[in-house]
């Protein structure tokens, strides 16, 4: 049971450098997200999508691009990474196809350093 | 949003029962609420949620006060393993972000042998 996977599980880049963090998951879900997590901190939701060409912003957008191809796959894009980006990314999936459940599942998380 | 309140930590000891608060008292008809817990160095995992009635599942029971202005999440016998932070989260079951979980800091639980 694969469920949501996550590469890099660790990446050390240097500011200007651009990179995509990948999420794929194999449950067929609608929904996918991106969050952040700095050190002592809540996740804070960065993108969202609620299906194949639909994405949207969350919280904290700035600095990151996405884009959903497909119902498996949603890429997390740093354009030109600044500091202010180091910070553990969590992926997560969920079923809104059954509102009464809207269980997610979350990735490992990509830990991110920019120097 | 309809906000939530945890303690920031709590501490138990092991194979005891532990009650972890929320307060919600902004909560609005349609909220659900939802249980995340996050182990550490690692993604949060859902642990269980409710509407109106008490819930259980294999790793939690949910306590839901009749005015839905609270709810604590019950672990029947804690291990070392269920220390974690622990998340209280509302979410409503219609609207185009239904599925947006909005973190706040949680509750980091403790457990002693």
């Known amino acids: 049971n694969a469920g949501v996977t996550q590469t890099p599980k660790f990446q050390v880049l240097k500011t200007g450098q651009s990179m995509t963090l990948q999420c794929a998951q194999d449950?067929?879900?609608?929904?996918m997200s991106w969050y952040r997590q700095d050190p002592g901190m809540g996740l804070r939701l960065i993108h969202y999508s609620v299906g194949a060409g639909i994405t949207d912003q969350g919280e904290v957008p700035n600095g990151y691009n996405v884009s959903r191809s497909t119902t498996e796959d949603f890429p997390l894009r740093l354009l030109s990474a600044a500091p202010s980006q180091t910070s553990v990314y969590f992926c997560?999936?969920?079923?809104?196809?059954?509102?009464?459940?809207?269980?997610?599942?979350f990735g490992a998380g990509t830990r991110l350093s920019v120097l | 949003d309809a906000k939530t309140t945890q303690p920031n930590s709590m501490e138990s000891n092991e194979e005891e029962p532990v009650h972890l608060p929320c307060n919600h008292s902004t909560i609005s008809g349609t909220d659900y609420i939802h249980w995340y817990r996050q182990l550490p160095s690692q993604g949060p995992e859902y642990v269980i949620h409710?509407?109106?009635s008490n819930v259980n599942n294999r790793m939690a029971s949910l306590a839901i006060a009749e005015d839905r202005k609270s709810s604590t999440l019950i672990l029947h016998r804690a291990t070392l393993r269920d220390a974690a932070v622990y998340y209280c989260?509302?979410?409503?079951?219609?609207?185009?972000?239904?599925?947006?979980?909005?973190f706040g800091k949680g509750t980091k639980l403790s457990v002693k042998p």
């Open positions: 409710g509407l109106t």
């Open positions: 989260i509302l979410l409503p079951y219609y609207g185009g972000s239904q599925g947006n979980l909005i």
């Open positions: 449950m067929n879900h609608e929904y």
């Open positions: 997560a999936s969920g079923d809104l196809a059954d509102l009464a459940k809207n269980i997610q599942y």
